[in-house]
């Protein structure tokens, strides 16, 4: 049994693993429109946790403490305000025994997974706003506080909040139901929780917050759902085990994109020996399950990226003319100036940086991105103008907010100073 003294640690480690799992099967149970009251069920469940564990010592189960603990707590909330009358047929003891039973149902391994996806469409639903649909997710189905999703985006409490409540209030409204859509409706839905997904991984990998270059918890957390959503026989689509192996692709890396200080180290640079092997053998999985059907996504593309990266034994080995080949098909089917970007990269290694350099400069809509004016920066310093590279690693420092971002910027900015005598 662990000691007492553990047990602050591991209620906040089942608060992060098990708050989004509790309240989805919560929530399946009062309804939707009780949300609240299912989080804040949640909550004095890992209160009553921290409270009585180091007194009593840690359960040997603690999982299934919390889940009881929480189901008894539903059961209160039930018998005060007498909504058994909703649930059940009748009020009466037998009624209330088989009412209990049932709610056990909504605690088995399978139920929780089906109450995760009900939930997850329901927060990805299109009468919410995108902005709010993340949001959602983070709060109810990862377990992060409203300040732990305030730093990830780099916005207020206050932000969050307005996005939280106005999102409950269409829940409150009866305008979504908790289930997972059917019929025609599935492939949009499903393509609003995919994107979700998508870009709750992304903020994980690309990280806004200053000082965390990599938030690792949202990566997990977007990969978690997303392996939920292959696993349902009636979601299992192509394009999600795309994402998938996408995810597991750019997540194999994670050791390799920083060093010990914390600094970026450039994929030309990366040791690929740390690349997480098990994770790529994941990630080919899912994409050789994602090849099944005629769907070509973003993602498959975006995933055929990352395995081009993952073949090559080293940077010097990339087929960077694949790799091009890819982006374009990704920019004559997904056009956006920020694939345009990525692609003018793999340019650059298939036709040299004046090439790049021309493709870059033809680019709208960038002028406050910061890697829009670093790859300028680096192509002006390759085709010999380091006035021009200087200036735009200046612009770009003033549009990153990251640290280690900013470290890199500098480093390069004094490569070129030092070797044209620049002041």
Not at 65 to 70: H, Q, S
Not at 156 to 169: C, F, G, N, Q
Not at 177 to 187: A, H, I, K, N, S
Request: glycine share 4%.
């Amino acid at each position: 049994m662990p000691t007492p003294p553990d047990s602050r640690h591991l209620v906040d480690h089942l608060f992060r693993h098990e708050a989004g799992r509790m309240v989805a099967a919560l929530t399946r149970l009062l309804g939707f429109d009780r949300l609240e009251v299912a989080e804040d069920i949640v909550q004095e469940t890992m209160i009553q946790a921290l409270k009585s564990w180091p007194l009593a010592g840690i359960p040997e189960q603690p999982s299934a403490w919390l889940y009881r603990v929480a189901k008894n707590k539903a059961l209160d909330a039930l018998r005060r305000e007498k909504t058994l009358r909703q649930i059940g047929e009748a009020w009466t003891d037998n009624g209330f025994v088989q009412t209990e039973e049932a709610m056990d149902h909504f605690f088995f391994e399978d139920e929780i997974t089906d109450s995760q996806l009900r939930m997850l469409f329901a927060c990805c639903h299109p009468s919410i706003a995108f902005e709010s649909q993340v949001t959602m997710c983070l709060k109810i189905l990862c377990g992060l506080s409203v300040r732990e999703i305030a730093n990830a985006f780099l916005t207020s409490d206050e932000t969050i909040t307005k996005r939280l409540y106005r999102a409950k209030e269409k829940i409150r409204s009866g305008e979504i139901r908790l289930e997972v859509p059917q019929g025609t409706q599935l492939p949009a839905r499903l393509d609003a929780v995919l994107n979700s997904l998508y870009l709750l991984f992304n903020e994980g990998y690309n990280s806004s917050h200053p000082d965390e270059l990599i938030r690792r918890d949202l990566c997990l957390e977007a990969m978690r759902l997303c392996l939920l959503v292959t696993q349902h026989p009636k979601l299992e689509a192509p394009e999600a085990h795309a994402l998938l192996a996408l995810m597991c692709f750019q997540a194999a890396r994670f050791d390799a994109r920083t060093d010990g200080t914390g600094a970026i180290v450039l994929l030309k640079d990366q040791d690929r020996t740390t690349w997480s092997r098990p994770l790529l053998d994941r990630a080919g999985h899912h994409l050789a399950q994602s090849a099944r059907g005629d769907t070509l996504s973003r993602y498959h593309l975006e995933a055929a990226i990352a395995c081009q990266h993952a073949l090559a034994p080293r940077y010097e080995a990339t087929n960077w003319p694949v790799i091009l080949q890819y982006y374009d098909a990704l920019l004559e089917q997904y056009p956006s100036p920020v694939v345009a970007l990525s692609r003018a990269v793999a340019l650059w290694e298939v036709e040299g940086p004046l090439e790049a350099l021309i493709a870059v400069l033809r680019l709208e809509g960038l002028e406050t991105n910061q890697y829009y004016h670093t790859l300028l920066a680096d192509l002006y310093q390759q085709t010999g103008q380091a006035d021009r590279a200087r200036a735009h690693y200046d612009r770009a420092l003033g549009l990153t907010s990251s640290a280690a971002e900013k470290q890199l910027i500098e480093k390069k900015k004094r490569r070129i100073e030092e070797r044209n005598g620049l002041n």
